[in-house]
């Protein structure tokens, strides 16, 4: 089993910028895969970067140049930088993992991840 707990949520103004962190436990040997979603209320949960354990990030075309999705190996900490923020940007965010090798569209795809975090709040005002 994989544990992940994000934090650095928080609320900001437009235009400003909130980094996210993932910290992972557990049997992180079995991740290959790690990525972050979002979920406002009414709408579905939306796959927003992702990146491969050894790999390039892949981005959502939402967030592609203002979100920035990095990784460290030694401490298992997974990372969001977002940047320009948008009241759009509004959701709760989650961090997850999957055993599996992604690529291309099936990086964000929820459905491909096998363990979550319990999700942090981002709330952006105009």
């Known amino acids: 089993q994989v544990q992940l707990v994000e934090s650095g949520g928080g609320s900001v103004q437009a235009g400003g910028s909130l980094r996210l962190s993932c910290a992972a436990s557990?049997?992180?040997?079995?991740?290959?895969?790690m990525g972050w979603f979002r979920q406002a209320p009414g709408k579905e949960r939306e796959g927003l970067a992702a990146?491969?354990?050894?790999?390039?990030?892949y981005y959502a075309n939402s967030v592609k140049g203002r979100f920035t999705i990095s990784q460290d190996n030694a401490k298992n900490t997974l990372y969001l930088q977002m940047d320009s923020l948008k009241p759009d940007d509004s959701a709760m965010y989650y961090c997850?993992?999957?055993?599996?090798?992604?690529?291309?569209?099936?990086?964000?795809?929820?459905?491909?991840?096998?363990?979550w975090g319990q999700g942090t709040q981002v709330t952006v005002s105009s």
């Open positions: 990146i491969y354990i050894r790999g390039s990030p």
């Open positions: 557990g049997s992180t040997n079995t991740i290959n895969t």
């Open positions: 997850a993992a999957s055993r599996l090798y992604l690529g291309g569209t099936s990086y964000l795809d929820p459905a491909k991840y096998n363990y």
